[in-house]
C-alpha cells in the first residue's frame, strides 16, 4: 500500500466552526508532513512529525493545531479560520525523516472558509 | 536551503522530447536534485531525484553536470496527460525534512 489518504475531500465551514482534517497512510513512514497549497502557488510547508513528534512548525498561526495520534495518522485541528485560509491542505509522508528521500502525497482537502 | 530557477511555462506537442532545466547555483555538496510532478488539485508526485550525472528511471531521466549548478529533466515523448507542473527541488542530504517548492514550470502538451 503506497497511498496516502486524507479526508475529507471536500470541507466548507464559517469562521466560527471547528473542524479536523485527516491523514492517514500504512507505509510504515517515520515522518510526516502538512502543507497548504494556494490556487496557482507551490505548496508551502506547515508542519511536520518526526517519530510522532512536531519538529517543524513554519511559523503557522495558532488556529492551526496539528496532532499525530500515532505513526500512521496525522490531524489537522482547525478553529475560527479566516477566508484568507481557504486553500488545498495536502498531507505528505516518508519513510526517512531527514536527508534524501521520497515524499508520499496525499490527494488533499479543499478547504473553503466563509 | 538552495534556492531553484527554472522556466515559468512550456509547451510541446505530443510525442516530443520535453527538457526542462532548473538552476540552483547555491546547491550544497550533500544536496540532492529532486524532480515532483504535479496535476491540477491533486498532490504533487515524486518522479526522479540524482545527485550527479544521469539518472534514469521508467518515466523520466535526469542529467546533472559535474558542477551541479543545473539539472535537466527530460520527459520522453510527452503526451497530453503529461501536462501538469512540474517541480525541481533541493533536498539537503545532511538532513532537513523541508520540501520547499519554487514556483515550477507548466508544462502544456498540445495534440
Known amino acids: 500500500d503506497t497511498e496516502v489518504t486524507q479526508t475529507p475531500k471536500h470541507l466548507v465551514m464559517g469562521m466560527t466552526n471547528k473542524k479536523s482534517l485527516k491523514c492517514e497512510q500504512h507505509m510504515g513512514h517515520r515522518a510526516m508532513y502538512w502543507y497548504k497549497q494556494k490556487a496557482k502557488k507551490p505548496p508551502e510547508l506547515m508542519f511536520v512529525y518526526s517519530y510522532e513528534k512536531l519538529s517543524i512548525n513554519e511559523s503557522v498561526p495558532s488556529r492551526f493545531s496539528p496532532e499525530c495520534p500515532n505513526s500512521s495518522l496525522l490531524n489537522l485541528h482547525l478553529h475560527a479560520l479566516q477566508p484568507e485560509d481557504s486553500a488545498l491542505y495536502l498531507c505528505?509522508?516518508?519513510?526517512?525523516?531527514?536527508?534524501?528521500?521520497?515524499?508520499?502525497f496525499g490527494p488533499g482537502t479543499r478547504l473553503t472558509v466563509l | 536551503l538552495a534556492k531553484t530557477t527554472q522556466p515559468i511555462s512550456m509547451d510541446s506537442y505530443e510525442g516530443q522530447e520535453v527538457n526542462i532545466t532548473c538552476s540552483h547555483n547555491?546547491?550544497?555538496?550533500?544536496?540532492?536534485i529532486t524532480w515532483y510532478q504535479q496535476f491540477p488539485s491533486q498532490g504533487p508526485r515524486f518522479i526522479i531525484q540524482g545527485y550527479k550525472t544521469k539518472v534514469t528511471n521508467e518515466v523520466a531521466s535526469l542529467f546533472i553536470p559535474a558542477d551541479r549548478k543545473s539539472s535537466t529533466l527530460s520527459l520522453p515523448r510527452v503526451s497530453l496527460s503529461d501536462t501538469a507542473v512540474y517541480y525541481c527541488l533541493v533536498l539537503e542530504g545532511a538532513g532537513s525534512y523541508q520540501l520547499t517548492f519554487g514556483k515550477g514550470t507548466k508544462l502544456s502538451v498540445i495534440p
Open positions: 547555491n546547491i550544497a555538496t550533500n544536496d540532492y
Open positions: 505528505a509522508s516518508s519513510q526517512r525523516d531527514r536527508g534524501r528521500d521520497e515524499q508520499f
